[in-house]
Nanobody, 123 residues
């Protein structure tokens, strides 16, 4: 069993920055690829970014490419999402997820999910 707990969300002005964290416990964190997804009100949960199990490869949704950076610290069992130049359309609940080896934009490839952290960007 893997437990994931997100933190670092909050309210920020457009153009600002946030760094989200996801702390893992239970099974070995380094054994899984990790991803970030988000869900806005009335919308489906969509892919944001993913990172392979050892952090050697990353992939980003077009909507955040160039503004977000996903990283992981396997020694500390923590996943991060650095978000810069935030826009109102980034407003959503952000979820971290664990599963597989290489990271995937498909939410069905992930086995474990956190509870989510709210990000609100005002114009």
């Amino acid at each position: 069993q893997v437990q994931l707990v997100e933190s670092g969300g909050g309210s920020v002005q457009a153009g600002g920055s946030l760094r989200l964290s996801c702390a893992a416990s239970g099974r070995t964190f380094s054994g899984y690829a990790m991803g970030w997804f988000r869900q806005a009100p009335g919308k489906e949960r969509v892919f944001v970014a993913a990172i392979s199990r050892y952090g050697t490869s990353t992939v980003y949704a077009d909507s955040v490419k160039g503004r977000c950076t996903i990283s992981r610290d396997n020694a500390e069992d923590t996943l991060y999402l650095q978000m810069n130049s935030l826009k109102p359309e980034d407003t959503a609940v952000y979820y971290c997820a664990a599963g597989g080896f290489y990271g995937s934009p498909n939410r069905y490839d992930y086995n474990y999910w956190g509870q989510g952290t709210q990000v609100t960007v005002s114009s």
